[in-house]
């Protein structure tokens, strides 16, 4: 983002409108401290050192600034020189010819060292233009090679398992107890909960990749969230204890956002959660942060590991039964960074990992 915002700043020489104040400040200061110093001590200085003086103010212009400053710049020093240092003085008049070829040669040599200094300015807009296009390239190849494997494989899963019940359903030579068919029911229905999963966290991908997450923030409570969230997940969450008191302050966050950031986390702790073991989501605030902590007691991360659980598309220690395309702790990261939050992964005490959401109170 701060290279597309840099590029759209830049003007037709291809250098920022920012330098280019710059260069103008430059040569406001630069030319100003230089006559002062020249005008109380001329006498010690004949006129070529003046010019050169000057000359290496433009110069320096020109390298901050680009042409325009630095022809500004020259057009001044001339005028400058001129009427405080090339006889007769305090007139517009130059006596000596080799004065006046003095002033061309500093307006020259200003437009020469703008030119050039323009001409590289583009060239590196140029490449910093293409070197954009190249990784936001990379990056949809990327994606879109991930987004294959997970139709070829995790997508297709779920339909397959749905399709089998379907037709098992339908079969006209086979009478189903109630029993298998609410068995073949509730497959189908798991299944497409679990496609609807996959395929919401593909498109919240694509939108966090593509920059097209579009907020709608409000002052909400972590306790009316956190519900919503478990409520979206298979079984309803009924093995996550929640301890997140109605008294936590109020954070400015997208509702639906941080639902599904929430959702995503719960999901993937109750994925690693032995079985028994109950996922504990705690809210706490200090000091004018609101926490929200996501607690599992499975196998944990090693430190090294962790910045790689946030990657899309990475499942770390994939095992048997395992949902997922390694994209719902990305898209938690995306959703919640999005708002301004942050969200890490802490070691949990006595073993598992600890997913720790982290917001700023909202102002009364």
Do not use: C
Request: avoid cysteine; proline fraction near 6%; hydrophobic fraction near 45%.
């Amino acid at each position: 983002m701060g290279l597309r915002a840099d590029v759209a700043a830049r003007d037709d020489g291809g250098i920022s409108r920012r330098r280019r104040l710059a260069g103008a400040g430059l040569a406001v200061g630069s030319l100003a401290a230089l006559t002062g110093i020249f005008v109380a001590v001329h006498t010690h200085l004949g006129l070529p050192s003046i010019f050169l003086l000057y000359l290496t103010a433009i110069v320096a212009v020109a390298l901050v600034g680009g042409s325009w400053p630095a022809v500004a710049a020259a057009i001044a020093s001339s005028l400058i020189i001129n009427w405080f240092f090339t006889p007769p003085t305090n007139t517009w008049k130059i006596a000596d010819g080799e004065n006046v070829l003095a002033l061309a040669v500093l307006l020259v040599v200003a437009g020469v060292v703008s030119w050039l200094v323009d001409r590289e300015s583009r060239a590196r807009a140029a490449a910093e233009r293409r070197r954009a296009e190249a990784a936001s390239l990379e990056r949809v190849n990327e994606l879109r090679t991930a987004i294959l494997a997970a139709v070829s494989h995790d997508l297709r899963t779920p339909l397959a398992s749905i399709k089998a019940s379907v037709s098992s359903l339908r079969a006209p030579d086979v009478v189903w107890s109630p029993q298998e068919t609410q068995e073949f029911l509730a497959t189908i229905e798991g299944e497409t909960d679990r496609l609807t999963s996959l395929v919401a966290n593909l498109l919240d991908m694509s939108r966090i990749q593509t920059g097209s997450v579009v907020l709608v923030p409000r002052r909400i409570g972590l306790d009316e969230i956190v519900p919503r969230a478990l409520a979206t997940l298979p079984s309803s969450g009924r093995d996550v204890e929640v301890d997140v008191p109605e008294t936590l302050p109020r954070i400015d966050a997208d509702a639906e956002l941080l639902e599904r950031a929430v959702a995503n986390v719960v999901s993937n702790a109750r994925q690693w959660n032995p079985p028994g073991e109950r996922v504990r989501v705690v809210g706490r605030s200090t000091d004018g942060i609101v926490e929200l902590r996501v607690i599992d007691r499975g196998p944990g991360v090693p430190l090294p590991d962790r910045p790689r659980i946030f990657v899309p598309f990475q499942r770390l220690g994939d095992r048997p039964g395992t949902d997922g395309i390694g994209l719902g702790l990305a898209v938690a990261r995306g959703f919640v960074e999005a708002m301004g939050g942050r969200i890490a992964a802490e070691e949990t005490g006595g073993g598992g990992l600890t997913m720790v959401l982290t917001f700023q109170e909202a102002e009364p």
